[in-house]
């Protein structure tokens, strides 16, 4: 068997697995305990990146520079189970605004 052959074999095969597996998760864990240690108006940028470290993803929206902190796990066979939270900073580098949602049953009292 060619070395080409047995690639497409290998890749066969993940897919393969990945679909029998029936679920991918995307973006990483964040500590959902320290959420309600950010306080609008006085959470600095570098006390947001110590609470939970660098963020999975950064943007702007309204003309705030935004983090996101997010793990979203779908599955092909089940309900997909979310956590993210956005923080929206001012032009200070002061919390302005964030926003937690989650589907994870285990976040159901935060």
Do not use: H
């Not at 393969?16 to 959470?43: H, N, Q």
């Not at 993803?57 to 956005?86: C, K």
């Amino acid at each position: 068997m060619s070395i080409a052959s047995r690639r497409v074999v290998a890749l066969v095969l993940l897919a393969c697995t990945a679909l029998l597996a029936g679920c991918l998760t995307v973006g990483k864990e964040f500590p959902v305990e320290s959420v309600s240690r950010l306080e609008i108006g006085k959470t600095t940028r570098q006390e947001v990146r110590e609470l939970f470290g660098e963020p999975w993803r950064t943007g702007v929206e309204d003309g705030m520079r935004t983090w996101t902190y997010g793990r979203y796990r779908y599955s092909a066979f089940g309900d997909a189970q979310t956590r993210d939270l956005v923080v929206r900073f001012d032009g200070q580098g002061v919390v302005a605004s964030y926003s937690f949602n989650s589907t994870f049953p285990e976040d159901a009292n935060l």
